[in-house]
């Protein structure tokens, strides 16, 4: 196929040749071959740190005291809770789950305006699990020749025999992999068990299915075609690249004219057509045709060059991280300019700045959030009740916040005209208790004696304050009094 | 572009579909065939989902689907399996004491949040959505009760109701319509003295006769001091509170006409535990005694 990847070479055959002109192509299967380096090395490092992050996360415990789960990462959507180590997060705190998916947002156009897609290429769980599926691959069915072996034989017993311990084991990843992301929302040891004796939520057990059926058809059947059809991140991160950023390039003005050294010829370049860095691809292209949509940049063919050009004794970087920018000036002759010289530049600093402002507006509201809260509602039907002493009534539905673990006593206070006095709803004083990590309702009155300025004007001011009389923290909010001159 | 040769990317050796932008034209890649058969899955899976499940319309209706799904009986459902969970604590709330029902006990709790439905869909018409009343319907926010505010003198006022026909132990007063009884003069007297009785403008010298009218005519109701009598329904005639409009011209009619308002009987209408559950929230709407 020459220069053409698999997937351009299917496509312009497909197209190219009017007796087999098909407005559909079907999948060039893709065997990468295995291959040693430090980005592979690399790869495996993050895997191992992803996935074991992922599978062990929701084993974690955490005292939070008698009342609250002991699960150090839980999304607890009955209660609405989201708890992360001594974080909890209300749903009314939902802004920090939005500051921090700005925050995401911001590190992916660092990484991305910086390192392309270096997402792709090494974090993405789509990479991370066909990479897992592929180890699988070859441990069972042997390196990428014997796997083109076993497609093209007829079903023996043998190939029988591996293609169902591979499936099995594929399959085994994916429950497991389906089976992990529910105990992040349900205490982990007891959902375990519930699950194996058949006790656990129905939607449980359908999400455990779907999530197993999207590994093993993702991991292990559609791979590359999740990244080319179905993902919109390539093209996305298209419009985030620019010419400083660095991305897995060929360096043509020294590779090129391609081709093995014969004597009597003119010296071709350093490219030897061997074909390592188009075999070794899990996207199934060349390289040295540019940059291309179907690259996810995971250097696996850098790894693969470098280890040929070691052994006919030339200079690694034949494939490398490069940027655009890079190549007029190594073209004329130029040293290549250090990867850091790409990665500090205005933009990635501007992008930065972002992302650590965002987070530090987020450090500092968690460091100010308080413990007790309120919030208040006025009545406004009716707008106030004249009572038979002439009095001037107005009724508040406060809600009451106590995120301490044991249930609190709150007092209210208000302040605003001195004549106005403040009642509370079913109790003889100013306390309410509030249950442990909870919330509750108290209507408040505020009363203004008749002839007050409060009941005989318009709208008067009035501030409320809650105080836990354990803590002696304190919250407030503010409101307004109508009297008969609202009317 | 007009050569047939040129509909070929010369780079991909892909077709082009012959649009082109500055330069860039736009290849006729094929699609992936998976994309095809699960377009073509889609649609076996939407068909079978309009036979499965009710879709499609026909004159009177539509077709039922083969599973007989319905989201009617679904509601249905729905509602008698909360009302299978609540069964428990309406039973306990329709036995209840109101007057010993804990604050604190989940049947009372449980009665609030209920009987604020019940207000809504049977009060709300009259005494209004947050309860604040009209003229001719009281205000049940406030602290003065025509027929008494504890929690057994509601309780008794919702299930009887007041002047109806359907209860024999309805509330029942009838006061007499003085226009046939005084002249207009002593009607005029009268109105002065209710006027004087919660300090607004009147005429001193026919509120002093008027005292003498009220002694005679009215005190057997609402009291020496006219501050009314729950146990006749008679009115607090001294406090801020009209049911009826507390101007000269309001109270004159009053008198002349006479005025009451009539309440079904709830007793009759509504379950005990939707009784109860009525009596607890209106008591605690802020006027409860």
């Not at chain 1, 939005?98 to 305006?113: P, W």
């Amino acid at each position: 196929m020459g220069a053409q990847s698999h997937f351009q070479g299917r496509a312009a055959k497909a197209m190219t040749d009017p007796a087999n002109s098909s407005l559909y192509a079907a999948r060039e299967p893709i065997f990468p071959r295995d291959v040693k380096g430090k980005f592979r090395r690399l790869k495996w490092a993050i895997m191992a740190v992803t996935l074991g992050i992922y599978y062990i996360m929701p084993w974690i415990r955490w005292d939070r005291g008698p009342n609250l789960p002991d699960q150090a990462v839980l999304v607890d959507l009955a209660n609405r809770r989201f708890y992360w180590f001594w974080i909890e997060i209300w749903p009314h705190e939902f802004y920090f789950v939005a500051g921090l998916l700005i925050m995401a947002g911001l590190g992916l156009f660092l990484f991305t305006s910086a390192l392309g897609r270096v997402w792709c290429g090494y974090t993405c769980p789509q990479t991370v699990w066909t990479d897992l599926f592929l180890l699988v691959e070859r441990k069972v069915e042997g390196d990428r020749n014997n796997q083109i072996r076993l497609l093209k034989s007829k079903w023996t017993p043998r190939k029988i025999r591996l293609r169902l311990t591979k499936w099995t084991l594929w399959l085994l990843i994916a429950v497991a992999t389906g089976g992990a992301w529910v105990f992040y929302f349900a205490d982990a040891p007891k959902l375990f068990v519930d699950l194996f004796t058949l006790q656990a939520a129905p939607v449980a057990y359908s999400t455990v299915a779907v999530l197993t059926a999207t590994t093993f058809i993702f991991g292990g059947f559609m791979r590359e075609q999740v990244c080319i059809y179905m993902c919109p991140w390539p093209r996305i991160q298209a419009a985030m690249m620019d010419d400083d950023t660095l991305t897995v390039a060929y360096r043509d003005w020294r590779g090129e004219p391609r081709g093995k050294a014969r004597k009597n010829e003119a010296p071709k370049g350093d490219c030897i057509d061997c074909m390592a860095c188009v075999n070794v691809c899990p996207m199934g292209i060349d390289i040295r045709d540019g940059q291309q949509m179907e690259c996810i940049t995971c250097a696996l063919c850098i790894d693969a060059c470098d280890e040929i050009m070691g052994k006919i004794g030339k200079d690694r970087g034949l494939i490398d991280y490069l940027a655009l920018s890079d190549k007029p000036r190594e073209r004329d002759g130029h040293k290549p300019r250090s990867a850091w010289f790409h990665i500090f530049r205005l933009r990635t600093m501007l992008y930065t700045a972002a992302w650590s402002l965002c987070g530090l507006v987020l450090l500092y509201a968690l460091f100010i959030r308080p413990a007790i809260d309120i919030t208040v509602a006025p009545i406004r039907n009716p707008q106030f009740v004249t009572l038979s002493d002439g009095a001037i009534r107005n009724a508040y539905d406060m809600r009451l916040r106590n995120k301490h673990g044991e249930a609190r006593a709150f007092e209210f206070q208000l302040v605003g005209d001195a004549a106005m006095t403040l009642r509370l709803e079913g109790q003889t004083g100013l306390e309410t208790l509030v249950p442990a990590d909870d919330t509750s309702l108290q209507r408040v009155y505020v009363i203004a004696p008749a002839g007050s300025a409060p009941a005989t004007g318009d709208r008067s001011e009035l501030r409320f304050w809650i105080e836990d009389m354990v803590s002696g923290e304190r919250a407030y909010k503010d409101s307004l009094f109508n009297g008969k001159g609202t009317q | 572009m007009a050569d047939q040769s040129s509909q070929h990317d010369p780079i991909t050796g892909t077709e082009t579909t012959g649009h082109d932008w500055d330069g860039i034209t736009e290849l006729n890649t094929p699609l992936p065939r998976w994309w095809l058969w699960t377009l073509y899955g889609t649609i076996v899976w939407g068909i079978g989902y309009t036979i499965a499940y009710p879709a499609w319309p026909l004159i009177n209706g539509a077709t039922e689907g083969l599973l007989g799904y319905s989201t009617r009986a679904e509601v249905a459902e729905d509602i008698a399996r909360v009302d299978a969970q609540n069964a428990g604590i309406a039973a306990t709330l329709a036995s209840a004491d109101l007057t010993t029902l804990s604050r604190d006990d989940p049947a009372y709790q449980f009665g609030v949040s209920g009987g604020a439905a019940v207000f809504r869909a049977n009060c709300s018409q009259c005494h209004g959505a947050g309860a604040a009343g009209a003229v001719g319907y009281p205000n049940l926010l406030d602290d003065a009760w025509l027929w008494g505010g504890t929690l057994a003198e509601i309780e008794y006022t919702v299930t009887h109701g007041i002047r109806n026909d359907q209860d024999d132990d309805a509330h029942w007063s009838e006061m007499p319509a003085f226009g046939d009884i005084f002249s207009d003069e002593e009607i005029g007297m009268t109105t002065d003295y209710v006027l004087s009785l919660s300090g607004q403008d009147h005429d001193a010298a026919m509120a002093e006769q008027g005292a003498v009218l009220f002694a005679e005519n009215c005190a057997s109701c609402h009291g020496d001091a006219a501050l009314g009598d729950t146990s006749v329904g008679a009115p607090n005639l001294a406090d801020a509170i009209w049911l009826y409009g507390g101007s000269r011209a309001d109270i004159e009619y009053s008198i002349t006409n006479a005025r009451f308002g009539v309440m079904p009987a709830w007793g009759l209408r509504l379950s005990d535990e939707d009784v109860k559950a009525v009596t607890l929230y209106i008591h605690q709407l802020g006027g409860g005694q």
